[in-house]
């Protein structure tokens, strides 16, 4: 790429960013789109123009989100957001202090070596005007490359310091959070399983009563056993299905009577394949008609289901929120594999599928998770480095040579070489997130903010071993394969040296991320315009509307990994080539306000683990300064600098800080400590209620079912305790 596309990119970036910022100020005033642009505060029961939303000005947005605190955003979306913002900052700090040093220092270190070769460069020779800024302009063997090693050591202490104080402020929101006056559910439960076979004589409850009673005696209150709901559910769904269509078919045939005749044209439907083919048959009698066919059904699937159909795990809860601390910490058995206890998730995140699944069960399909996702890497990399390798011009040309007379013509071939290896890629990585979530899932992880944290890390891993490296790998290649041909003992320098030469090709992708990107996060164009298409086509009620504009949350299994992709491209290029680290600052600060007005106005988080993420970005980060440490190793060996062992204690350090950080704060995300959940709440909590906000809904449609269900599943013993 010369500098004419990459300024081409970056302008043209730029220019799409301020359309889109100006179109959401206009479209975010217009009456019909709030629902869109404020539905957070909607849902909140709040004004969604409260605080001069309004406005005509396009910068309005930028003055809230800087004016808001860490109680708004924790008020608003939660203790979770509040620790991704922390996540932002620490590592906007980072780039931002590194910057303020590497910059003025390393930029006039490289400018001013008039020693260096021609063919040393960081944009495979064709970027000449920024090579010259870069660590690659630096003569081999010279003194001035000690700036450089200072360079490395202060941007790894920066990162020290501020990861550190991160683990500390985040440690304190989660503690502040479970400290809350506020009793919630999930804090009187813990989670039971690789429960052992029933004893002769007693039923699954009976034991798993017994069991709790005589070791918490007065402290226990019941417990729920877990059942096999499979049936259950699909006659739930389909119930529930029938219920809004009929819903839906009464609405249209209300309005029918308000816009044609009097007597209103009845809704009908075929009962064939989508609708399309069989028998015609009036909506509203037919939806009648199978609700009175699926509700006994239903119900005695639920008997069925409560009776016959336990599994060998439970929710067992207690009156006191520190002995269920106590006990989600505890060993209960001799045998490891038998009375495993956690603490329980919230009941929105209960995966109960997965809960009744043994632990040797759960093992097995951990290690079987972890070769189908190495595998996974293993071939993108091979699609990923064609990507790299195929979408410069130059080798299209020799790929395809009929496209050569298109590729003459001097705006399109601009056009081509700044946006096409980007497009590409991103287009590529957007198939994957869903894989990996459902790989997680089948490890048999009980909630799903645990199986999007690790979904989150086999995304990053694979998004750094295939994107970063893979694409630089992939360039470096293609781009000195004869060379490699012709001396194959000089593969391993001709890499090394090559790495810096995708600088050019990160430097756009970073732009086009922040710029096109938090662009189309701000405005969002894609859900404005299928929201007007489904309420226009496909919403006949208010609920069929509500479901049309519902959010969704911040999606932290793939948001995260991005971002962190770009954290460690800046991180490893900051060195080399230090003009990225501006791109690096303008991308986590664009970030941090889009995302933070997005948090405030927007996204309605599906789940509160209270911060428990944070160790999984905090290793992250780690992993990308580690990756980078001895990236740097690797490159002042290519440049032939004789004190490049200097380096070395780098990586050694990293590794003992990830260690006493560990030691230090994260049991503590692991399970509750009892000197924070032993503060009482300002009152008492309704067990009851408790209880009940953990039931299935397939399983409690009826007052009816769910007395029997009480009969069935709760025990005698603890019957008469409850807080009122």
């Not at 006191?320 to 060993?331: I, K």
């Not at 890497?377 to 080798?395: D, H, K, Q, R, V």
């Not at 501006?582 to 911060?611: D, H, I, M, T």
């Not at 000197?675 to 009826?702: D, G, I, W, Y």
């Amino acid at each position: 790429m010369d500098f004419s596309a990459f300024l081409t990119s970056l302008g043209t970036s730029f220019v799409i960013f301020v359309v889109l910022m100006l179109l959401f100020t206009w479209l975010s005033r217009m009456h019909g789109n709030e629902v869109v642009y404020y539905p957070s505060r909607i849902l909140k029961g709040l004004d969604p123009w409260e605080g001069g939303s309004r406005t005509r000005n396009p910068f309005a947005w930028i003055r809230e989100a800087l004016s808001s605190t860490e109680d708004d955003v924790i008020a608003m979306a939660g203790v979770d957001t509040a620790v991704y913002f922390v996540f932002m900052a620490t590592v906007l700090g980072i780039l931002v202090v590194a910057g303020i040093v590497l910059l003025p220092a390393l930029l006039p270190v490289a400018i001013t070596d008039t020693g260096v070769k021609a063919s040393n460069t960081t944009s495979n020779g064709t970027f000449s005007e920024l090579d010259k800024l870069s660590m690659g302009h630096v003569e081999e063997k010279s003194p001035r490359l000690w700036a450089y090693v200072v360079g490395v050591y202060w941007l790894s202490l920066v990162t020290y310091y501020l990861l550190w104080k991160a683990y500390k402020h985040v440690s304190d929101l989660r503690a502040a959070a479970l400290m809350s006056p506020d009793p919630k559910p999930e804090q009187f439960a813990v989670l039971v399983r690789d429960i052992p076979p029933v004893p002769g004589g007693q039923t699954r409850k009976e034991q798993v009563d017994s069991y709790f009673q005589s070791i918490y005696q007065e402290r226990y209150y019941r417990s729920m056993v877990v059942t096999n709901s499979k049936e259950v559910n699909k006659i739930w769904e389909e119930l529930e299905e029938y219920r809004k269509k009929l819903t839906r078919a009464e609405a249209v045939y209300a309005k029918s009577k308000t816009v044609g005749s009097p007597e209103g044209t009845r809704p009908t439907n075929r009962i064939g394949f989508l609708g399309l083919i069989g028998k015609k048959v009036d909506t509203i009698e037919y939806c009648n008609e199978k609700i009175n066919e699926l509700v006994p059904k239903l119900e005695a699937e639920q008997k069925v289901t409560l009776r016959e159909k336990q599994q060998s795990s439970a929710l067992v809860f207690f009156t006191s929120r520190v002995t269920a601390a106590s006990a989600s910490q505890c060993l209960h058995a001799r045998m490891v594999d038998t009375w495993t206890v956690m603490d329980a998730p919230e009941p929105r995140q209960l995966i109960w599928s997965n809960l009744s699944l043994k632990i040797y069960d759960r093992e097995m399909r951990q290690y079987v998770v972890y070769v189908i996702v190495a595998l996974t890497i293993l071939f993108y990399m091979i699609p990923i480095g064609l990507i790299s390798a195929f979408t410069t011009l130059e080798n299209l040309k020799k790929l395809m040579p009929f496209l050569k007379p298109v590729l003459r013509i001097k705006v399109l071939t601009t056009v081509l070489e700044a946006y096409l290896p980007q497009i590409a890629l991103i287009v590529f990585l957007a198939l994957l997130p869903k894989l990996l979530l459902f790989l997680s899932k089948a490890e048999g992880i009980p909630s799903e903010s645990h199986a999007e944290r690790a979904t989150s890390g086999k995304y990053f891993y694979f998004t750094v071993l295939n994107v970063f490296i893979g694409v630089t790998i992939g360039g470096t290649l293609f781009g000195t394969f004869k060379d490699i041909e012709k001396h194959p003992n000089s593969i391993v320098n001709l890499l090394a040296s090559s790495l810096p030469g995708n600088a050019t090709f990160f430097l756009t992708f970073v732009a086009l991320k922040f710029f096109v990107g938090y662009g189309l996060e701000l405005s969002r164009l894609v859900p404005l315009i299928i929201f007007h298409l489904k309420r226009k086509y496909l919403c006949k009620t208010e609920a069929d509307e509500k479901e049309a504009w519902a959010p969704g949350d911040l999606g932290y299994a793939t948001r995260a990994p991005g971002d962190m992709l770009i954290f460690t491209v800046v991180l490893c290029y900051s060195v080399i080539a230090p003009l990225i680290i501006p791109f690096g600052v303008v991308y986590f600060g664009l970030g941090w306000l889009v995302l933070r007005n997005q948090a405030l106005k927007v996204y309605v988080p599906s789940y509160e683990s209270y911060g428990r993420m944070w160790p999984h970005l905090h290793d992250r980060i780690l992993a990308s300064l580690l990756l980078y440490q001895v990236t740097m190793l690797g490159y002042f060996g290519i440049k032939k600098f004789y004190s490049t062992p200097v380096l070395i204690p780098l990586p050694i350090i990293t590794l003992i800080f990830s260690v006493v950080c560990s030691r230090k704060f994260y049991r503590f995300f692991y399970r509750p400590a009892l000197e924070v959940v032993c503060h009482e709440p300002k009152e008492a909590p309704n067990m009851e209620q408790v209880f009940r906000s953990f039931v299935p809904p397939s399983l409690c449609t009826s007052q009816k079912l769910e007395d029997e269900r009480f009969e069935d599943a709760l025990s005698e013993m603890s019957r008469s305790t409850s807080f009122v």
